[in-house]
């Protein structure tokens, strides 16, 4: 999962860095939402703003981590 999120991000984001650490600092509103948009219609889950959290998309590994929470709640 975690490849295919990457593979994802890294043609939606080109500019972007997402194996970076810091990944959620290297993004603006439209890479925000870009990144709930992609997620929630290749996982069929339901990504809030409110899951836009530094948190949740600190790095790769905190994104992988935000999709299997959402499939697990489905």
Do not use: C, Q, W
Not at 58 to 64: E, F, G
């Amino acid at each position: 999962m975690k490849e295919h999120i990457r593979t994802l991000l890294e043609e939606a984001l080109p500019l972007v860095d997402v194996d970076s650490d810091f990944l959620f600092s290297e993004l603006d509103s439209l890479g925000v939402t870009t990144i709930l948009m992609i997620l929630s219609k290749e996982y069929d889950i339901t990504l809030e703003i409110e899951d836009a959290t530094p948190k949740n998309l600190k790095s790769l590994d905190a994104i992988v981590a935000l999709v299997n929470r959402k499939l697990a709640e489905k």
